[in-house]
């Protein structure tokens, strides 16, 4: 199964010189995925019409034909993402037998390059979590081990590339989802800016905060996914008409005098120790670099995890308005009229975190809590952007752990949400301020799970957090 470990520039070059076929490779992964995923649990769909799709693949090869960018690249997909003719879950009940009519415009995107859909991965439901156990089809499981959660809500798209089940993953971040889980599995995770990527297609969550992602092995894949899926998109207005530069060339750029910030307030006491050591390990790494190294201040970061929980909650209890029973999905058997059919419906349909966030956004936007609370949220939301565009007019990159703790065990905090609110500690002002954010696998912990770094830029500046990863995953590979 070696060939299955293999990133995507690397099976390009096979599929090159005919070494290997795709339908080769489809069938390799759909027999370790009928064998693994049972324990693991990443997919929710295993898409089998993908043998045929690669076998046309197969033929152009044969003729000579030259390939596009992800021709014969089997890819999962978080299950939140519309795939037409193809399941789209959002792993909750409610859209449990749900295919939709259309594509997302980044699957038509992946499409056009070629790729193929491997299958639809497990999330929290409706991407409320950060451990993927508020999935209405049971959890996924860490790979590093099976105790332990693979971090949410993109659990089962970051579960599915760290374990060589996809050659890489889509996932969508609106508090730290795709980075979160990346960091957990080990592998590399991009947020891109809001208003990179197209939502179109997107079953969304918090429109404001939403941004869909690639998660791959290595840095060279994500510049090639994200390149792909970026862009303008006409159906949806926030997508943001600036040219998308060519990611992975860009990589071959010198990466010289780079200023990088160290927030004072990411370094706190709570924070793992091995977490810590480790960040500060590769920055000492760094220092043989061209790069300078300073701390700054993001002051307002300990009012981010409450802003964040009463807009994203108040634009979910919005956004989930629409599963009524009446135009998508389960509809309750047992009612006598309409008002009792809403409520049955979703009463059945929505888990207990889904009920949870309906409950708290509906109050925080209710008249007499609005001003208190949403409107209040909104100006600290302000605040919170205002600490990053200072501190971005002193530095180019930004660097913070991913996470606050390790892959924790599963059922830890699944009775405790605020607990696991605190998961996002480290990611949600990103999504707050609209930043791009990575998380970068850099090491292991004495207990062998894997550690994260979030590297952080300026608007549409993904191809400078992309280098620098790149700097560093090289000096990794040679440390
Ligand atoms: N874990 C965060 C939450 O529960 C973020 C989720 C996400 O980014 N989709 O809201």
């Known amino acids: 199964m070696e060939i299955l470990k293999l ?36 997919y929710l769909y295993i898409n089998e019409k993908a043998v045929d799709q690669a076998k046309k693949i197969d033929e152009k090869i044969e003729k000579g034909e030259d390939l596009k960018e992800l021709e014969g690249i089997p890819i999962s997909i978080k299950d939140n993402i519309c795939t037409k003719g193809i399941p789209t879950t959002c792993a909750s009940k409610i859209l449990e037998n749900f295919i939709p009519p259309y594509d997302a415009t980044v699957i038509e995107r992946l499409k056009n390059a070629g790729a193929i859909i491997i299958g639809k991965t497990n999330m929290d439901e409706f991407a409320f979590g950060s451990s993927t156990e508020n999935s209405a089809f049971g959890p996924t499981k860490n790979p590093y081990d099976l105790n332990r959660v693979p971090g949410g809500s993109s659990g ?6 760290a374990c060589n089940l996809a050659f890489a993953s889509l996932g ?32 969304a969550f918090a429109s404001s905060l939403d941004q869909i992602g690639p998660i791959t092995k290595n840095v060279k894949d994500n510049a090639l996914l994200l390149k792909i899926i970026s862009g303008k998109d006409k159906m949806d207005s926030t997508s943001v008409d600036i040219q998308v530069p060519d990611y992975e060339s860009l990589l071959n750029e010198e990466f010289k005098n780079f200023k990088i910030g160290i927030p004072k307030e990411y370094f706190i006491e709570g924070i793992d120790k091995e977490i810590k050591d480790k960040i500060f390990d590769i920055l000492s790494l760094l220092e043989e670099e061209k790069v300078i190294i300073e701390e700054i201040s993001l002051p307002h970061t300990s009012y981010g995890i409450a802003t964040y929980y009463i807009i994203a909650t108040a634009e979910a209890s919005s956004n989930l308005a629409r599963f009524d029973g009446v135009k998508y999905g389960y509809r309750s058997k047992n009612y006598e009229n309409l008002m009792e059919m809403y409520m049955k419906t979703r009463g059945e349909g929505f888990g207990d975190e889904v009920k949870r966030r309906i409950i708290l956004g509906t109050y925080v936007l209710s008249s007499g809590y609005y001003q208190a609370y949403y409107l209040k949220g909104q100006k600290v939301r302000t605040l919170i952007k205002n600490d990053f565009e200072n501190a971005f007019k002193k530095v180019d990159i930004i660097i913070t752990p991913t996470t606050p703790e390790l892959p924790f065990k599963i059922g830890e905090k699944k009775d405790e949400p605020l607990k696991m609110y605190l998961s996002d500690i480290f990611t949600v002002n990103v999504n707050l301020s609209g930043l791009p954010g990575l998380n970068l696998p850099i090491g292991f912990s004495s207990s062998n799970l894997p550690i994260g770094l979030q590297i952080i830029s300026w608007y549409f500046k993904e191809e400078n957090i992309l280098k620098l990863a790149l700097l560093i995953e090289n000096k990794l590979k040679r440390s």
């Open 172 to 203: 969508s971040d609106t508090g730290g989802s795709i980075r979160q889980p990346s960091a957990f599995c080990g592998v590399v995770g991009m947020k891109p800016t809001y208003g990179r990527v197209s939502r179109y297609g997107l079953i």
């Open 156 to 161: 089962g798209s970051a579960a599915s590339v």
């Open 7 to 42: 990133g995507i520039f690397q099976l390009k070059e096979l599929y090159k010189k005919k070494e290997v076929k795709p339908s080769e490779v489809v069938s390799l992964l759909l027999e370790e995925i009928y064998n693994k995923d049972k324990e693991i649990h990443s």
